[in-house]
């Protein structure tokens, strides 16, 4: 998965999406236009924080990538998160 991809995703699901890295945060919006040249490599984040219908819910790089990639949906992701 790379930024276009999920910048790509978010649009789709109108979902905004906040990469937490050491010290600071990125945000990655659902309606932006175009790609943001300050957006750090994806591979120094600690885990995103997913925007979904107004409610933020963290998540793993690992499950981002899975529902971005289309392994996992929006749904399951939920459930799953509300389980724990």
Do not use: Q
Not at 4 to 15: M, V
Not at 59 to 69: F, I, M
Request: glycine content about 6%.
């Amino acid at each position: 998965m790379n930024i276009d991809e999920l910048r790509s995703w978010c649009r789709e699901n109108r979902i905004n999406a906040r990469m937490i890295l050491r010290g600071k945060d990125f945000l990655v919006r659902h309606d932006a236009e175009g790609s943001d040249p300050s957006c750090p490599p994806l591979t120094d984040l600690f885990y995103w924080e997913l925007f979904i219908e107004g409610k933020g819910y963290p998540s793993s790089p690992s499950d981002t990538e899975r529902l971005v990639t289309g392994k996992m949906t929006v749904e399951e992701f939920i459930r799953s998160v509300r389980r724990h």
